[in-house]
């Protein structure tokens, strides 16, 4: 028999009639290894997957069985805190890093709700009372057009595109914004907004209300 969910398991063997010589039970060990996984794999150990990520608060939308684009947004984001190679695929190390991973704290930890960028790791937390809530990939400002860094408010909201293309923008300082691009990179990329990924741009702008504080640092 084949034994598909990672665990750990006894099995007794018997025969079913009484004409066989009994037998000695052995126990040994065995171990279900964990498969490689990305963009197209499905299955039970993508479920495992998505439910320890969720576990640890890695912005997920369903929790499926399938491994998609937004699976492989939240990989890269484990990924970058981790500090582990910024790819969005799961492999050996991956799974040790979510049996025992490295938990980011919030730089405040006053009460209520804020959103704070980590531009050293490229991600977003999302803080209610001190606790990290969500965890989301993102890209700040390249060297040249740099996303400072500092203790801001949400001063204007857009629902839907700006002008230059910002998909459902949160500005916190003058003209850069929390906003959803069709390109999020692993780096720092941007003219000094904050990308997300489409698939959360509604979402995190529905979070960041007016007044919003929004914490960047290094």
């Known amino acids: 028999f084949t034994i598909e969910d990672p665990g750990t398991y006894r099995v007794r063997a018997a025969f079913a009639d009484p004409d066989h010589v009994r037998g000695t039970a052995i126990d040994g060990p065995a171990s279900t290894s964990f498969p490689s996984l990305g963009v197209g794999s499905n299955g039970p150990f993508v479920l495992l997957l998505e439910r320890r990520l969720v576990e640890l608060h890695y912005r997920l939308v369903d929790v499926d069985q399938r491994y998609d684009f937004r699976t492989a947004d939240a990989v890269l984001a484990f990924r970058k805190v981790q500090r582990m190679l910024r790819v969005s695929t799961v492999d050996a190390g991956v799974w040790r890093a979510l049996a025992n991973p490295l938990r980011p704290r919030a730089r405040s930890s006053t009460g209520g709700f804020h ?14 009372d001190g606790s990290v809530t969500n965890i989301m990939h993102v890209s700040t400002g390249k ?59 509604q979402w995190i702008y529905g979070l ?5 504080r929004v914490i960047v640092y290094h």
């Open 115 to 128: 959103i704070e960028v980590d531009q050293t790791r490229q991600v977003l937390y999302t803080v209610r």
């Open 143 to 201: 060297p040249s057009t740099p996303t400072r860094d500092g203790s801001f408010s949400v001063t204007r909201k857009l629902a839907g595109y700006s002008g230059h293309q910002l998909y459902y923008p949160s500005y916190f300082d003058g003209d850069r914004a929390i906003h959803g691009w069709p390109d999020v990179p692993t780096y720092a990329a941007s003219h000094g907004c904050v990308r997300v990924p489409y698939w959360n741009a």
């Open 208 to 212: 960041a209300a007016i007044g919003t």
